[in-house]
């Protein structure tokens, strides 16, 4: 089992967590719908997190944001006009 580093923010202090792909079984994974050509990431929410990961590698690297921040990350690339979340 590969471990995984992610990191969180929580009051504003880094927090470096090794976690295994095991922790992140039975989580509901989505893709956008506007996803296409397999050039995306999917998205699983945990209680207050939000982790990311490739598409096309289930087992690679997962990186954990607190809810707050990602939505910070979304709210940005709509503002951005480039349209990629709209």
Do not use: Y
Not at 53 to 82: I, M, Y
């Amino acid at each position: 089992m590969r471990a995984v580093t992610t990191t969180s923010r929580n009051n504003a202090d880094d927090i470096n967590l090794q976690r295994t792909q095991r922790d992140f079984e039975g989580l509901d994974w989505r893709t956008s719908s506007r996803s296409s050509g397999g050039a995306c990431v999917k998205v699983a929410v945990d209680g207050n997190h939000v982790h990311v990961r490739d598409s096309k590698d289930r087992s690679g690297p997962v990186l954990t944001f607190d809810r707050e921040t990602f939505q910070a990350f979304v709210d940005f690339v709509c503002e951005s006009g480039d349209g990629a979340a709209n």
